[in-house]
């Protein structure tokens, strides 16, 4: 099997990145987005994606695309930290860090840059460019959390 690899932070991340990875919320956020999609399937269409830690309106589950082949990706950084992340065509309520670059990239072809929430500036995911094709956003699905209130 092939690991991608990608430094989790550039080192302006240090800070907020320390407080990021939450096991506990991991499996409650997998059985309420499963919870969700029983319940009624147009209910996903319209939901939005928070951040959350500070509940800022990220991104909508409408924004979902699928990048070779799947929507949800999982890659470890060099550090051995495992991240899975949600491809969205946009993402309204983030910004970027630092400059695009290609070292690690986690998908051929794509430069990367860190995304935080606009809000907090908690590290949220990646923004992927490429001259070739239309970029994309890959947030890091266990600290966002979904709603269907703005
Ligand atoms: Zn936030």
Request: aromatic share 10%; proline share 3%; net charge negative.
């Amino acid at each position: 099997m092939m690991i991608h690899l990608l430094p989790a932070e550039t080192s302006e991340m240090t800070g907020p990145a320390r407080l990021l990875l939450k096991p506990e919320l991991r499996g409650k956020e997998k059985a309420g987005i499963k919870e969700e999609a029983e319940l009624d399937d147009d209910l996903d269409e319209g939901s939005f994606l928070l951040c959350r830690q500070c509940l800022s309106l990220i991104t909508a589950a409408s924004e979902r695309i699928d990048v070779d082949g799947a929507h949800q990706h999982t890659f470890a950084n060099p550090h051995g930290i495992v991240f899975e992340i949600g491809c969205f065509r946009n993402a309204w309520g983030c910004g970027t860090v630092g400059s695009p670059t290609n070292e690690f990239t986690w998908f051929a072809g794509y430069f990367w840059q860190v995304v935080v929430c606009a809000s907090c500036l908690t590290h949220i995911g990646w923004r992927f460019t490429s001259s070739e094709a239309s970029g994309f956003y890959g947030l890091i699905l266990e600290r966002l959390i979904e709603s269907d209130i703005t």
